[in-house]
């Protein structure tokens, strides 16, 4: 054990990690078999018949998942109304299946795809009334579909069709919403379902690396805990440097090789966010206040930034959109690279480049910059708070802190780190500036004062948003409620549960969680950088809606780690961790999940985070609750050596 050093175990984490992503990613000679053959014929619907069984929807759930499927549909319909909408059939929920729809006069036949973009392809243009229209379809196993209309036949190739056969439906569609008006007859519909089976070697190779990891990583802290002298300051600096490098590379290649190479298209060809929304965080909030009425404007969306952010982006209406993109991303850069320097500089030739890597290529920076969110300056305002108030200068930290509070609620957190610190006044003038700056924004809005308060208070219509209905719809970032909708969804129970209830339950379980948190840290903790993370990653987790670029407050913690001279055995633990979260994982994606940016790029990259932030929580509470118990323990036994 003596001769197993710390950097060789790093680098067989590395290759396993490597060879983990390549064995979940690359199919080698696998093989095509077929699970389920099933045939439903002699289907007949008329949506205004008397006969109660002829008037009912027919409905025929498939249990058995797929990866391939060969179908094969055929009927007659008659349309009643031609200017009603309504599905002639589904065979899965929402758009996850192929449906064929009726909208305006015109039949379309709606595929969904492999990136849950589902596509539209036209049948008929102008749909005649009470006009019978014998209809086939049929796609097999190589996306090969064929569509006949009477004589007239159609075929198309599309490799990225990907449709469900899950709950089958006859007279309606779109998770039996839009029910049709007019008749269906002689609906049969055959179709087999194939999964792919590869070789039985496959499973062990998986478990022999994934085992090989959880070895090597017990031999890592093992080996750490002989000789903890490895991570002074310049050592972990350098580490964290090295994994954000190399995540870098070895992201880029994975994306590049998917795009490239295996001809995959967005998610598989990037880690950021859709390219089509680019830079759209700030162009759409320019546009929303270049009248600044940015909760009443006239555009497809409204503000749900708090009063500042909205008066920030409203001086950058004055100038050209790229200009005010390069203007507001220096505004942010610049400082941020002074930051990573006064913090993450070391005593080496290769200090430059350290910092360039810190400050330009972890994945939070990269992600925000994609997006164009304020989020930069809010992070930034954050940072600055942590910077002055380690330099006792009370009324700077409490001017960024108010800020940041005035253009997004969530820093509020860091109120409890001041209480914890005693500093009782700063409190007072941090909620008195926030108070005073959201007063004065509101009060130059374009609309009624009293609206624009009643607006905020009503949490900006976000619950409204289709993240929190039934359906399949998640938020690629790291809140924990958006993976317990995945876990709910994965299981079919959220069908089952109301989506209020949930909110209701979640919203009770993390304020309980914060608050006994916060009196832990006010109680037991005293060094100061697990209190600031232990503000931090509740703040990151524990709202419904937390996007990825909010991992840029994980430079916050180790900032004071990085620099905290007090040694611990969890110390390597604790800089992995950190380190990790600052790179992009998106190595496996969710099917059957769309996101807010359209496509299904849900990936185990925002599980992972999840997984790694309250795991270090939890560590970090009860190394906490162990130092408590085991420092009671020596004060004891001293007090009863003195008595002897």
């Known amino acids: 054990m003596k001769n197993i050093s710390i950097p060789s175990l790093l680098f067989a984490l590395f290759i396993n990690a490597v060879l983990l992503i390549a064995v979940y990613n690359i199919d080698i000679s696998n093989q095509i078999k077929e699970v389920k053959k099933n045939r439903i014929t002699d289907i007949n619907f008329d949506s205004r018949s008397n006969d109660p069984r002829l008037k009912s929807i027919k409905n025929y759930p498939e249990q058995q998942s797929a990866a391939l499927n060969d179908v094969s549909i055929q009927f007659k319909v008659k349309v009643t109304n031609t200017a009603s909408a309504g599905d002639i059939f589904q065979t899965a929920p929402l758009d996850r299946g192929m449906r064929l729809e009726l909208q305006n006069d015109a039949l379309n036949l709606i595929i969904n795809t492999k990136s849950n973009n589902p596509r539209s392809l036209p049948l008929i243009n102008a749909v005649q009334p009470n006009v019978e229209y014998p209809i086939a379809i049929s796609i097999d196993r190589n996306n090969n579909l064929k569509v006949m209309i009477g004589a007239a036949t159609g075929e198309v190739i599309d490799d990225n069709l990907h449709y469900e056969i899950s709950d089958i439906a006859v007279g309606t569609g779109y998770s039996k919403s839009r029910p049709f008006d007019g008749i269906i007859s002689d609906f049969s519909m055959a179709y087999s379902l194939y999964n792919m089976v590869e070789p039985g070697y496959y499973s062990v190779i998986r478990f022999i690396i994934i085992t090989s990891m959880f070895v090597l990583f017990g031999l890592l802290f093992y080996a750490f805990k002989r000789t903890p002298e490895f991570l002074i300051r310049d050592t972990k600096i350098a580490l964290v440097n090295v994994i954000i490098l190399i995540g870098f590379i070895l992201a880029v290649c994975f994306h590049y090789f998917m795009g490239v190479y295996m001809n995959k298209p967005y998610p598989w060809n990037t880690f950021l966010f859709n390219p089509v929304d680019r830079f759209n965080d700030l162009f759409n909030m320019l546009n929303i206040n270049k009248d600044l009425n940015p909760y009443f404007c006239r555009y497809f969306m409204h503000s749900n930034y708090y009063p500042l952010a909205n008066i920030i982006f409203y001086l950058f209406t004055f100038i050209n959109k790229w200009v005010a993109l390069v203007l507001f991303y220096l505004i942010f850069i610049i400082p941020f690279a002074l930051l990573n320097k006064h913090y993450l500089s070391i005593n080496s030739k290769a200090n430059l480049s350290n910092i360039l890597i810190f400050t330009f290529l972890s994945f939070p920076f990269m992600i925000a910059i994609d997006r164009g969110n304020n989020e930069i300056i809010v992070f930034l305002c954050t940072a600055l708070f942590i910077y002055f108030l380690q330099k006792n200068k009370g009324f700077a930290a409490c001017m960024f802190l108010?800020?940041?509070?005035?253009?997004?609620?969530?820093?509020?957190?860091?109120l409890v780190l001041l209480?914890?610190?005693?500093k009782y006044k700063e409190i007072a003038i941090t909620v008195g500036l926030t108070l005073l700056l959201s007063i004065m924004s509101v009060s130059l809005f374009a609309n009624d004062f009293s609206d624009n308060i009643n607006f905020i208070l009503s949490g900006f219509g976000v619950t409204n948003a289709p993240l929190f209905g039934d359906n399949n719809v998640l938020q690629r970032g790291v809140s924990a409620f958006v993976a317990i909708k995945l876990f709910l969804v994965k299981a079919d129970l959220l069908h089952s549960m109301r989506m209020h209830a949930i909110l209701s339950a979640y919203s009770v379980v993390c304020l309980t969680v914060f608050g006994?948190?916060?009196?832990?840290?006010?109680?037991?903790?005293?060094?100061?950088?697990?209190?600031?993370?232990?503000?931090?990653?509740?703040?990151?987790?524990?709202?419904?809606?937390?996007?990825?670029?909010?991992?840029?407050?994980?430079?916050?913690?180790?900032?004071?780690?990085?620099?905290?001279?007090?040694?611990?055995?969890?110390?390597?633990?604790?800089?992995?961790?950190?380190?990790l979260m600052l790179v992009p994982k998106d190595y496996l994606y969710f099917q059957g999940f769309i996101t807010d940016s359209g496509y299904a790029d849900y990936s185990i990259n925002s599980v992972l985070n999840i997984a790694i932030m309250i795991m270090v929580m939890t560590a970090m509470v009860i190394t906490g609750f162990m130092g408590k118990k085991a420092s009671k323990y020596a004060i004891k036994k001293n007090k009863n050596s003195g008595m002897l």
Do not use: C, G
Not at 403 to 412: Q, V
Not at 419 to 422: A, L, P, T
Not at 557 to 577: A, C, G, Q, T
């Open 419 to 422: 209480f914890s610190e005693k």
């Open 402 to 414: 108010s800020i940041a509070m005035a253009m997004k609620l969530f820093p509020a957190v860091f």
């Open 516 to 579: 006994l948190l916060s009196l832990y840290i006010w109680l037991i903790e005293r060094e100061f950088w697990k209190k600031l993370t232990l503000l931090v990653l509740p703040m990151l987790l524990f709202p419904q809606v937390s996007a990825e670029y909010k991992l840029l407050y994980i430079y916050l913690p180790l900032y004071l780690f990085v620099n905290h001279e007090k040694r611990s055995v969890m110390d390597l633990f604790y800089l992995l961790m950190l380190a």
